[in-house]
């Protein structure tokens, strides 16, 4: 007996791969064919069972499937038809009884070959999307025996987010009682801790059963945090209970919790921010929105023209919640009316920048900032660090409530080394955070220079500067987070490391901006300030995009762009009067 190599092995199997894509391909076009000609018998379902078997992932074959069954599905008017013409109504009503049972029976075939692909692949979309489409279509749909089947699915492989997702879409569809779900995600935690699925689903349920008042999260949220605390003290290492831990602590003991269905309309989106200057009004938005808001503004109780004067770039691909408009604002009466939220008024003095802000409410909510916990949950980590100094969860989350974070976070970079740039950017935001505070009263120049910056957060927090100094620091991009200092004329990032400036770069009223000594290598970054449209000096120096020739002749020939380390970045001319208020929501 002769033993085949490798070599023809590997060639046997390729043919026999070649033979089954061929046949599989010939089938599919007799299927587009069929199609085509309005076929709807059961050479159809045959064929394309015999094709869903080989590949269950292919959507046209499920959506051909689902045209013939419906041509099947005897119609829900058929009865009130039927019993109208007055002949033998018994026997009518018994006639569509047996035309429905008999759909169900097809539907019921429809489930076994859909249960024969998942077998063959459990995470495909259109297996399970086809199984929804065809409990949904059945006159009387076994849900009882669905829940079993769903419930078996999980016992076997309880991560299958696929299988979470059609149980959540079941008790919906099944109008089963949110408690039992509860339940059911209870006992799966206890089965097995690490399991993350169980652990979102139940925060997605006890979202929603708070948010309908079929619970109150604030009485609740004792229990949750019991439940995770056990699990983590359990296993500390396990990432999937730490994660349910953070969003316990972000919802501020369930005061914070996250409303959506009941809420009033007016309430989804309202001015949270205004900030007005002689020539520049920006509004701020509690949601972005890809489409100007129907604001109403009214300048000396002339009406506003906000379309003919917006500045702010609508084609840029991010929503947006800050919206800004050029005019004449100086010594004039300003009144902005959105919604029912109560209108902004503000008198807009000259050489002053005007900024009203909704107290403690922040345009993006940052999961990762405002914790909340008892002091006893509290007492407890710092025990749990204790006895694992080493545990990256614990001394993240101690990150967020220690006094000394910034030790904490240093510590992390070490232990976890491939986050460092996250570690830092939180680095960042505490120390911009305590500068903000030590500066809010300077005016309308701040540096923060030489604090070892990695990225600009809250930047709502600087609308109202007109320079500002972040030299010596280690930004590697200027993105659009600088797009929210509007009124922003002079700008000085030297000795950073930047090396990349993004393409929807606007800063309204930027005239200098200054990059000198950071990591430009290419020409191209720097012409993406062009949405800046009254830039009129780059000042450039110590780039690597100097050591070409080619670029400098380029740069050159465009004014705005300043070469030499010859040029100073010059102080501002005006002083201007900072006025902070508060804004009422």
């Given amino acids: 007996m002769k033993i085949r190599t490798d070599a023809e092995k590997a060639a046997a199997e390729k043919k026999k791969n070649e033979e089954k894509a061929s046949k599989f391909q010939a089938g599919m076009q007799a299927v587009v064919s069929m199609r085509s000609k309005g076929v709807r018998d059961d050479t159809v379902l045959d064929l394309t069972a015999k094709l869903l078997q080989v590949n269950p992932d292919v959507y046209t074959l499920w959506n051909y499937r689902r045209e013939v069954l419906l041509d099947r599905k005897p119609s829900e008017n058929e009865k009130q038809e039927d019993q109208g013409q007055g002949d033998e109504p018994q026997e009518n009503l018994e006639s569509v009884d ?161 409303m959506t269905k009941n809420d009033p309309p007016g309430d989804k989106m309202a001015i949270t921010q205004v900030t007005a200057s002689p020539e520049l009004l920006s509004i701020r938005f509690s949601r972005p929105t890809a489409s100007t808001p129907s604001i109403e503004v009214h300048v000396d109780d002339a009406v506003f023209d906000f379309n003919g004067n917006l500045l702010t770039d609508t084609k840029n691909p991010y929503l947006l919640s800050l919206w800004s408009f050029k005019g004449d604002f100086a010594n004039k009466h300003v009144v902005i009316k959105f919604l029912k939220q109560k209108p902004v008024t503000i008198n807009v003095k000259p050489n002053s920048i005007h900024v009203l802000t909704v107290k403690n409410l922040r345009h993006h909510q940052d999961l990762g900032g405002d914790r909340q916990l008892k002091p006893e949950n509290i007492k407890n980590l710092k025990e749990l660090l204790e006895m694992e100094p080493d545990n990256k969860y614990v001394n993240l989350t101690m990150s967020f409530f220690e006094e000394d974070r910034l030790a904490l976070l240093d510590k992390l970079s070490e232990l976890d080394p491939m986050r460092r740039p996250y570690f830092e950017d939180q680095k960042s935001k505490i120390v911009l955070e305590k500068r903000l505070e030590e500066d809010q009263d300077k005016g309308s120049s701040v540096s923060l220079s030489g604090l070892n910056l990695t990225r600009f957060h809250n930047p709502d927090r600087l609308i109202h500067l007109r320079r500002l100094d972040l030299s010596n620091n280690s930004f590697r991009v200027l993105g659009r987070a600088f797009n929210d200092l509007v009124n922003l004329v002079t700008l000085i990032l030297d000795s950073n490391r930047i090396d990349s400036v993004e393409n929807n770069v606007q800063l309204l009223s930027l005239v200098n901006l200054s990059l000198k000594n950071n990591c430009i290598s290419s020409e191209k970054e720097l012409f993406n300030l062009e949405k800046c449209s009254r830039l009129e000096k780059v000042f450039i120096h110590g780039n690597p995009v100097l050591n070409d020739e080619q670029m400098v002749s380029k740069l050159t020939g465009c004014p705005s762009f300043c070469l030499e380390d010859v040029f100073v970045v010059p102080e501002e001319e005006q002083v201007y009067q900072v006025c902070h208020d508060k804004l009422h929501s």
């Fill in 98 to 258: 047996d035309l429905k049972k008999e759909f169900d029976n097809l539907c019921q075939g429809e489930l076994e070959l859909v249960m024969v692909c998942l077998l063959k692949n459990p995470k495909s979309y259109p297996c399970w999307h086809h199984r929804q489409w065809v409990l949904e279509n059945m006159f009387n749909p076994n849900l009882a025996q669905e829940l079993a089947l769903i419930e078996d699915a999980l016992a076997k492989d309880a991560r299958n987010f696929h299988s979470w997702d059609h149980r959540k879409w079941l008790a919906n569809f099944a109008h089963i009682p949110i408690g039992n779900e509860l339940t059911f995600t209870q006992t799966k935690i206890t089965e097995n801790f690490s399991n993350f699925s169980s652990w979102f689903a139940r925060s997605c349920l006890l979202t929603e059963a708070h948010d309908t008042g079929l619970l109150d999260m604030t009485k609740q949220w004792d229990l949750e945090y019991s439940l995770v605390e056990n699990a983590i003290f359990t296993d500390p290492t396990d990432q999937s209970a730490w994660f349910y831990h953070k969003w316990l602590s972000c919802i501020d003991l369930g005061n914070k919790l996250k």
